[in-house]
Every structure is written in structure tokens, then in C-alpha cells.
């Protein structure tokens, strides 16, 4: 199912790309911050042809996306944590006391 997912999404890459590409650019002085002149209801009218293309495109891009983020998901849901094999240390009984200072040296 991956298989087929990641082939999917190479194809995806490769058509938005192409799409984006295609489209009419819209530089058009202040006009293109606003969006304006592609709105639905702008003076243009609706959007054309290629914009809905790459929006359904875009859409479907995401979708695999998250499907894919999903199912590898679902492949590696084992953890390292549980093969950790933690040593016990085992503590003295009594604590060792420090022995007793050397006595000086006369000369």
C-alpha cells in the first residue's frame, strides 16, 4: 500500500509543479498582494481552468501526504525503548569506612 502511495506521490509532485508552472502569473502592480484579480467574484470572473487544476491537485497532494505519514506510521510502531535491557547495580551492605591516616614520617 505504500508502494503504491510513494509512486503516487512522485507522480503528484512532478503534475503540481507542472500546474503551478502553467499558470497565468499575476504580478500585476498592487493588484497582486490584494489577490484581487483572481478572486471568484473579482472583475475576471471565476478562476480559470489551470488555477482549479492545481488547487484540486494541491488537495490531493496533501491528502497523500498524510495518508502516507499514516500507514509508515503504523509500519515502525515498535519501540527501542523496550529492548533496553537495564542492569541492576547492586549496592554493599555497609558502606566501606576510609582507613585511618598513615602517621608522619619522623626523619
Same mark, same amino acid.
Given at each position: 500500500?505504500?508502494?503504491?502511495?510513494?509512486?503516487?506521490?512522485? &507522480?503528484?509532485? *512532478?503534475?503540481? +509543479? !507542472? /500546474?503551478?508552472?502553467?499558470?497565468?502569473?499575476?504580478?500585476?502592480?498592487?493588484?497582486?498582494?490584494?489577490?484581487?484579480?483572481?478572486?471568484?467574484?473579482?472583475?475576471?470572473?471565476?478562476?480559470?481552468?489551470?488555477?482549479?487544476?492545481?488547487?484540486?491537485?494541491? &488537495?490531493?497532494? *496533501?491528502?497523500? +501526504? !498524510? /495518508?502516507?505519514?499514516?500507514?509508515?506510521?503504523?509500519?515502525?510502531?515498535?519501540?527501542?525503548?523496550?529492548?533496553?535491557?537495564?542492569?541492576?547495580?547492586?549496592?554493599?551492605?555497609?558502606?566501606?569506612?576510609?582507613?585511618?591516616?598513615?602517621?608522619?614520617?619522623?626523619?
Amino acid at each position: 500500500m505504500t508502494g503504491i502511495l510513494l509512486v503516487s506521490q512522485f &507522480i503528484l509532485a *512532478i503534475v503540481l +509543479t !507542472i /500546474a503551478v508552472l502553467l499558470q497565468k502569473s499575476s504580478s500585476i502592480g498592487l493588484g497582486a498582494y490584494s489577490g484581487s484579480n483572481e478572486s471568484l467574484f473579482g472583475a475576471k470572473g471565476p478562476a480559470g481552468f489551470m488555477a482549479k487544476f492545481t488547487f484540486v491537485v494541491g &488537495i490531493v497532494f *496533501i491528502a497523500n +501526504t !498524510i /495518508a502516507l505519514g499514516y500507514f509508515y506510521n503504523q509500519d515502525k510502531k515498535v519501540s527501542l525503548a523496550e529492548d533496553i535491557k537495564i542492569e541492576k547495580s547492586v549496592v554493599p551492605a555497609t558502606p566501606e569506612e576510609p582507613a585511618a591516616p598513615a602517621a608522619p614520617k619522623e626523619n
